[in-house]
């Protein structure tokens, strides 16, 4: 059952996340409250699912997950105090925002080492596109107009 | 009996390939036409085996052939006729029969349209597409073959993902399919060129209307899965940032910068290496995303060394590839030699800005989908990659890209004024200005939705203004300008339609994720509920029968004030065969937002049924600009400049025009 649900998920470009998330129950009654838990939610992973925060996610877990961050939001916990909570008890694994550290460096610094090199490249192969007729071919000096003109008149 | 047919046909289609993979390439070589003549016929004998081989798994399908494993595994005689059809690839199997009557097409179009390309040019670049089908016939016929037996028989079949039964999914996988598998065109004519030695602005013509149709597929694909997750999965979400979405995302990026860099080398002569590489890494990208797809590695490293047959063949094949191709483009792009020269600001000058950014955009997300894999094979722990971080950095590289996107069509080729340009653009800098500020009137943030509502302004007028430009707009009569509008080549209006419904798709991006509104609650027949200035009267419950599915529909009235707008039936259904149930959302869509009604579980306990309602504001044009970005391409596609054998025709035709003629006769 497993693969073949792999399988559709495979062919589909698509993962199938479930249809449900927060139910009427887990609600907060404060909004403000309530908005901050939704944003926590959305950056933590449901740890059994595949890539899907525990704010989409069905599982027991995300839920028992989602609860227990609006538990912490309720006893007073910042909203950087209870993904920490969490990363105690799951590690980074818990985090859909792998902090930056030794291990993640490639992964926050690749992307902008690659745009740096790319652009260093780039500028390069423009100087080099550039020819001589380029626009950074300065104007003839004094000095060089009246050689030029020398020349000319010989060459007539 | 007619499985058997279809399996024998896949087999014979298989040496077919062998056979136009090996005599067009050596008749090149050694100048012998009846050897390379044979690249035709052998290519439309491909494609004809391979859709009896397609037929017929197709019939079994249709006619509920129980005898077949595949039939069994996903279909049922009660599934409507429509899935009896799209079942075939909805399945692992079948999908890559689809796959392979794609790249058979694709072969046998240039084999039929390409009548004017040199002789050697096409054996070659037939000879490299039936490399790529002998691979993927080996591997339906060793590790997923579709025509395997049961003994005996079931009664009935197991019946299709009920996701799958859907009919904006039916349709997705073939449009996808003809995206990747199109790429394939770019990536054997690369590689032809490179052992021709030879890449000319006549090359970048041929190619570019192949990489266009793939393009244009793969949007359509793209934005219907995109459709599909936001409808069918509950709650409006539409993209996931998910593995399997960037897996479709990355050869998309590429092949987008991919059409751009072939505009150069069909103009101006030059990025030739870069524009070959391209074309290698798109393709390869729409191989690597059918092997993380396909291989399982992405649910873990662990299912993937559980059943790692289908996973080592693709990844052998995608090795020998890429591999194989980037090894000949180490050896032979040194000799290319470079063309056209031209100053930093110019028309060449945005489009290599333009493909820096796609490309590093394309790096991104490679790193970020790939990054967990490595740390867990590499034992450095595990850890998430998610949503958060494409949008920390997928956005900050997208936002200098439209900004050069309206700048650079404005600028001439060879050597632009960029004052020039900015003041063509000085009445849509200023639409953009009111865009962000209305933002922060109506809804004061976040900043990242202010930046995108600027974004989609600066695209959508910034490609009009180039347009107006073009037509010199209120520059003289108008009759003057209609004249000129309908006199510019196709090409021209497909960029100014794409470019403009990229700005059409971020605006709905960021409306539905910045201002969406959503009420979850506990509701029972009689109750009401308030979101975004409608009322929804949740009336009565109803159970309704479909042809394998059953289903609790719920009846909403939907009033603004007293008057009644709509009646929205949200569904929940449940397919008894695989046991699973479905979310049918009711949604009611207008120009500018969708409401959005999901009915979930009821509590058995209190009779009160979970409700889900969402406003999401601009949401259709999302699809509506993916649409039109495609039609943008399609029509692109049309210009007579593209249409296949006119290479030879613009030759004569270009000399008249500023831009420099550098058209390679056709030999």
Redesign the interface.
Known sequence: MK???????????????????????E?LPDPALEARAREIS??L?CLVC????ID?SNADLARDLRRLVRERLVAGDGNDQVKSFLVDRY????????PFKS??L???G??FA??AM??AG?AV??RR???P???DTAPLTEDERRRLDALLKDQG | MIPELGHYALVLALFTALVQAGLPLAGAATRNTAWMAVARPASYAQLALILVAYGALTWAHVVSDFSVANVV??SHSLKPMLYKVSGV????EG?MVLWVVMLAAFGAAVAAFGRNLPPTLKARVLSVQAMIAVGFLLFILITSNPFLRVVPAPIDGRDL?P??QDPG?AF??PF?YAGYVGFSMAFSFAVAALIEGRVDPAWARWVRPWTLAAWSMLTI??AM?AW??YY????G?WW??????N??LMPWLAGTALLHSAIVVEKRD?LKTWTILLAIITFSLSLM?TFL??S?I??SVH?FAV?PKRGVFILILLLLATGGSLLLYSLRAPTLK?G??????SR??AL??NN??L??AT??VF??TL?PLF?DILK??????????FN??FIP?MVPMIAVMVVGPLLAWK?GDLTYALKKLMLAGAVTVAAVLWGVAAHGGPVLALIGIGAAAWAFFGALAEFAERIRLFRGPLSDSLHRARHLPRSAWGMTITHAALGIAIAGMVGTSAWNSEV???MKPGDTADIAGFTLTFDSIQQVQGPNWKADQATFTVRRGDAVVTVLEPQRRSYSTRMMS??EAAIRTTLFSDLYV?L??PDTKTG?W?VRLYHHPLVPWIWAGGVLMALGGLLSLSDRRFRVGAPTRKTAAQKGKAVPAHAHPAE
């Open positions: 693969r073949h649900l792999i399988a559709a998920c495979a062919l589909l470009a698509l993962s199938i996340p479930a249809a449900r998330a927060v139910e009427p129950s609600v959305k950056d992973r595949q890539n899907q925060s989409d590690g980074d694994y818990v985090l859909l925002r792998p291990t993640t490639l992964l926050w690749g992307p690659l745009l790319g652009a780039v192969y423009l596109r550039q020819g007729g380029g626009s | 595994e996903n690839w909805g399945n692992h999908s993902n996701l799958l999914l997705h996988p996808l694909g793209i899965g599909w997750a069918e999965l509950g709650w979400g996931y940032w998910d593995p399997v979405e897996a479709s030059a995303g797809v396909r399982g992405l649910t299912a059943d470079a056209g020269l031209f100053a930093p600001v060449e000058g290599v800005l820096l950014l490309s590093t790096a991104t790193i970020g990054y740390m450095l722990g595990k850890v998430s990659v998610g949503a958060p971080f920390a950095t590289l050597r979850i609650r506990a479905t979310t999901a979930g579980d009160m979970t």
